[in-house]
């Protein structure tokens, strides 16, 4: 069983900073990636950042230069720094990891597993 647990969210004025932390939990053999998604209502989710074992990272375009993505593997925890906060930023925050877990017959296949989200608001 592998748990996928968000914190960070809250309420900012525009101009602001927030840092979103994810942690995976459970019998993990290892993470492959993780990566911070949002979904603003009546929109689809978007790929906001992301990072994988390697240290190498991605972003939205919209994003680049304002939200950093960090990770600690000793952990298996994912940050988002998010500073200069628009209200275009405004979402829920999900994290997504692929990870292997340990099985009774060993290592089993990577597979997606989904944080519950949280609230980002960005007042104006």
């Known amino acids: 069983q592998v748990q996928v647990v968000e914190s960070g969210g809250g309420l900012v004025q525009a101009g602001g900073s927030l840092r979103l932390s994810c942690a995976a939990s459970?019998?993990?053999?290892?993470?492959?990636?993780m990566a911070w998604y949002r979904q603003a209502p009546g929109k689809q989710r978007e790929l906001v950042a992301s990072i994988i074992s390697g240290g190498n990272t991605a972003y939205k375009d919209s994003v680049k230069g304002r939200f950093t993505i960090s990770r600690d593997n000793a952990k298996n925890t994912v940050y988002l720094q998010m500073t200069s906060l628009k209200p275009e930023d405004t979402a829920v925050y999900y994290c997504e990891t692929i990870l292997q877990t340990m099985g009774v017959s060993g290592v089993m296949d990577p597979r997606y597993y989904w944080g519950q989200g949280t609230q980002v608001t960005v007042s104006s």
């Open positions: 459970g019998r993990i053999f290892s993470v492959n990636s």
